[in-house]
């Protein structure tokens, strides 16, 4: 097991930059910026199919033996997943010796997950500039089945995108689901800890990439959010069939 755990986590580190707490979150090389191992021709669906869905809500997963976190970066490890088991039947636990699908949390370059349950191994990365507990929670929301708000089939009635802004290599960021490969569970959310901000993938740094179409709402980045939005914690429920 540990040689698997060893040779899984050196295929995926030598993809990332060492990155600060933005570009940790925000990777252009990455479908959807810190979403692992999807082909953004085939495999784009904003909420996953039930297959993949932990049964019963309970995610297996297991420190990276190969990886020191310090107390406080288990904490609030801890605190992230705490966070959705206070609030819906999510329940992280560590893995039992025999079990084969589970989640391998380990201090990559930078943050990433896969999305949903997908069986075997699968890696979920708190590296450098992932310590802030509304990117730990986001990151989770991937683990748990779920995609950013911004690619919504029906986003262009909430959000306008600003191509023009955009780095040339992050477009792909920005394409919007067919109403085929969603599976809207509430309507658009501009507080979810899975929307990104209104900067993100700017050329500039600056200018902005995509802004709310309802007067006075700003789109804050993920790390100068809470936690989970009401809306977020409705969808959980309802993908869950939390009771």
């Not at 896969?114 to 979920?124: A, S």
């Not at 590296?127 to 708000?149: D, N, R």
Request: proline share 3%; charged share 30%; aromatic share 12%.
């Amino acid at each position: 097991m540990f040689l698997l755990i060893a040779s899984l986590l050196a295929s995926v580190s030598i993809l990332y930059a060492e990155v600060d707490r933005d570009w940790a979150l925000h990777n252009p090389d990455l479908f959807e910026g810190d979403i692992l191992g999807i082909d953004p021709e085939v495999d784009r669906n904003a909420i996953p199919k039930d297959a993949q869905r932990w049964p019963n809500g309970r995610v297996p997963y297991q420190m990276d033996p190969y990886t020191t976190y310090d107390s406080k970066e288990k904490e609030m490890i801890k605190k992230a997943m705490a966070e959705y088991e206070e609030k819906t039947c999510i329940r992280f636990v560590e893995k039992e010796e025999d079990e084969k699908d589970f989640v391998l949390i380990f201090a990559g370059r930078g943050c990433y997950s896969k999305v949903g349950k997908e069986g075997g191994v699968q890696v979920l990365s708190f590296g450098k500039g992932c310590f802030q507990h509304p990117t730990l929670v986001h990151e989770l929301g991937h683990t748990i089945g779920f995609y950013h708000e911004h690619t919504r089939s029906d986003r262009d009635d909430y959000i306008t995108i600003h191509w023009e802004a955009i780095m040339n290599s992050a477009k792909d960021q920005f394409y919007k689901l067919r109403p085929s490969e969603n599976r809207l569970l509430d309507t658009f959310d501009y507080n979810s800890v899975m929307l990104y901000g209104e900067r993100t993938f700017s050329k500039d740094g600056w200018t902005k990439t995509m802004t709310a179409n309802e007067k006075g709402v700003k789109l804050l980045d993920v790390y100068d959010k809470k936690g989970l939005s009401e809306s977020d914690v409705k969808r959980i429920k309802k993908l869950y069939e939390c009771k």
